[in-house]
């Protein structure tokens, strides 16, 4: 199992944590937290204990935590604690703030556990995680595309007058043509009239 211990935590209050074996994993990781930045400043950190890694994400005042082999890396590690985060922040909102130390672990220990065992185990895990990295990529090369636009302001201008020309153009072409339509049907109802007067002067 590549997770094998998490928790979440206000500065150094445990709200909630599950370890999936018997280690020492819990001491370790209070020590981890009395060590991230003061200040309570935003943080993605990792510390290397014996053949484990903790993996820490703090943002705006809650931090994930979690203990992985150091074969899984940090990208499928860092993908689970900011799944745990966005739960844990949907779930209780500000109560967060002024909670008890484990006032959410009887519910979220649970929720610490599924998630542990699906990043650990599903193969999905690794596979959407990095299609959310193929995405962000994506995403930076088309602003950096933008801003290479943006910087080109002259042509971009140059464009925009093109297409105001080009839209005037068409006005003018379905006024013209409006004006073509109405011609063509006065003319074809004055033929229509000239064909039924001669039709009653033969008849007659």
């Known amino acids: ?48 204990q014996d053949r484990y890694v903790f993996h820490a994400k703090r943002t705006d005042g809650i931090t994930a935590l979690c203990m992985a082999d150091e074969a899984a890396g940090r990208r499928i590690p860092f993908a689970f604690l900011e799944d745990i985060h966005g739960r844990f922040v949907k779930t209780y909102g500000r109560a967060a703030l002024t909670a008890l130390a484990y006032a959410m672990n009887d519910e979220f220990s649970r929720v610490l556990s599924q998630q542990m065992d699906y990043y650990s185990n599903d193969p999905n895990a690794d596979r959407i995680n990095r299609m959310r990295g193929e995405i962000s990529q994506v995403r930076s090369v088309m602003i950096d595309n933008i801003d290479k636009v943006l910087e080109r302001g002259d042509r971009l201008e140059l464009l925009v007058d093109k297409t105001a020309n080009m839209q005037g153009n068409t006005v003018r072409f379905k006024r013209q043509a409006r004006r073509f339509r109405n011609t063509v049907w006065w003319r074809n109802v004055k033929l229509t009239y000239v064909i039924i007067i001669l039709a009653f002067l033969f008849a007659s």
């Not at 998490?6 to 280690?23: F, P």
């Not at 209070?30 to 060590?35: A, I, N, S, T, Y």
């Open 1 to 48: 199992m590549a997770i094998l211990y998490a928790l979440v935590a206000r500065g150094t209050v445990v709200l909630a944590e599950h370890s999936a074996s018997a280690t020492n994993a819990g001491a370790v990781a209070r020590q981890v937290l009395e060590r991230l930045p003061a200040g309570g400043a935003d943080s993605h950190v990792s510390y290397t």
